[in-house]
């Protein structure tokens, strides 16, 4: 190995301890953590692991920063232009990404980015898609919500019970809780080991309580369900069953 090849790689490694020590200090700084980075990113021949650059996208994604989510956002942008130079993001560097765009309110960067991973080659789980799900219900794109989700299943995703919950509560939220109903009819039986949980029981009689002219007499043959399937009723549901039976 050439004697300057040699060099790079043990300056390469010595500054992926350093970051690996900072992220896990727990006071590493917004500016510092850039800068490293960006040092990361120069070095020759960019002999650094993509495991180097997920730490510190990482930990940038924890701060407390207000400007958190856009600078991880930032960074990619110049880690994947920096893809052929040797440095490829991985699924998890997607999965990072993809949750600050949510979080930023940003569905359509949310897009480009699962566009960007779809083209890398990675593998896109049911994390990614329930990204999108989430940030479409947030921005009350309801219909395109349950696109996404349907598409989960085309390409061999599993949707979790977060996901469930995630879309149920959306349809709820924004008057279709007879939609949400259906959704719940499709995890028995096609949900693998996902079952309602007590969200679940509360987004939907929630939603059915808040119609017009109120769906009482649905939302108190789910409670029975819930007793019947051992999930423990709260303090909302015995309220509720105390409503209904002294009518």
Same mark, same amino acid.
Request: charged share 20%.
């Given at each position: 190995?050439?004697?300057n090849?040699?060099?790079?790689?043990?300056i390469t490694s010595?500054?992926e301890k350093?970051?690996?020590e900072?992220?896990?200090?727990?006071?590493?700084q917004?500016?510092?953590?850039v800068s490293l980075?960006?040092r990361?990113?120069?070095?020759e021949?960019?002999?650094?692991?993509i495991d180097?650059f997920?730490?510190l996208l990482i930990?940038?994604s924890?701060?407390?920063?207000p400007n958190?989510?856009?600078?991880?956002?930032s960074l990619?942008d110049h880690?994947?232009?920096a893809r052929v130079a040797?440095?490829?993001?991985?699924?998890?560097?997607?999965?990072v990404?993809?949750?600050?765009?949510?979080r930023?309110?940003?569905?359509?960067?949310?897009f480009v980015?699962f566009?960007?991973?779809?083209?890398s080659g990675?593998?896109?789980?049911s994390?990614?898609?329930?990204?999108?799900?989430?940030?479409?219900c947030?921005e009350k794109?309801?219909g395109?919500a349950?696109?996404?989700?349907?598409k989960?299943?085309l390409?061999?995703c599993? &949707?979790?019970l977060?996901i469930y =919950? !995630? #879309? %149920?509560?959306g349809? *709820?939220s924004?008057? /279709?809780?007879?939609? +949400?109903?259906?959704i719940?009819?499709?995890m028995?039986?096609e949900?693998?080991?996902?079952? &309602?949980?007590?969200?679940?029981y =509360? !987004? #939907? %009689?929630?939603?059915l *309580?808040?119609?017009k /002219?109120?769906?009482? +007499?649905?939302?108190?043959?789910?409670?029975d369900e819930?007793?019947?399937?051992?999930?423990? &009723?709260?303090?909302v549901?015995?309220?509720?069953s105390?409503?209904?039976?002294?009518?």
């Amino acid at each position: 190995m050439p004697p300057n090849m040699f060099n790079a790689l043990a300056i390469t490694s010595q500054l992926e301890k350093l970051v690996k020590e900072r992220c896990r200090s727990g006071n590493l700084q917004l500016e510092e953590a850039v800068s490293l980075f960006n040092r990361l990113l120069q070095g020759e021949k960019n002999n650094s692991s993509i495991d180097s650059f997920n730490y510190l996208l990482i930990s940038i994604s924890r701060m407390k920063h207000p400007n958190r989510y856009p600078t991880v956002v930032s960074l990619f942008d110049h880690l994947y232009k920096a893809r052929v130079a040797g440095v490829s993001p991985t699924t998890q560097t997607f999965g990072v990404v993809m949750d600050c765009c949510r979080r930023m309110g940003r569905v359509d960067l949310q897009f480009v980015v699962f566009a960007q991973l779809f083209r890398s080659g990675c593998v896109i789980d049911s994390i990614k898609f329930g990204s999108l799900i989430k940030g479409l219900c947030v921005e009350k794109r309801i219909g395109d919500a349950a696109k996404m989700f349907d598409k989960m299943s085309l390409m061999g995703c599993i &949707p979790s019970l977060i996901i469930y =919950n !995630t #879309l %149920i509560d959306g349809l *709820c939220s924004n008057g /279709n809780t007879k939609l +949400g109903l259906q959704i719940v009819e499709r995890m028995a039986t096609e949900g693998g080991n996902c079952k &309602p949980d007590v969200f679940t029981y =509360n !987004t #939907l %009689i929630n939603g059915l *309580c808040k119609e017009k /002219n109120g769906d009482f +007499g649905t939302a108190f043959k789910l409670l029975d369900e819930m007793v019947v399937k051992g999930v423990v &009723p709260n303090v909302v549901h015995i309220i509720l069953s105390s409503l209904v039976s002294a009518d």
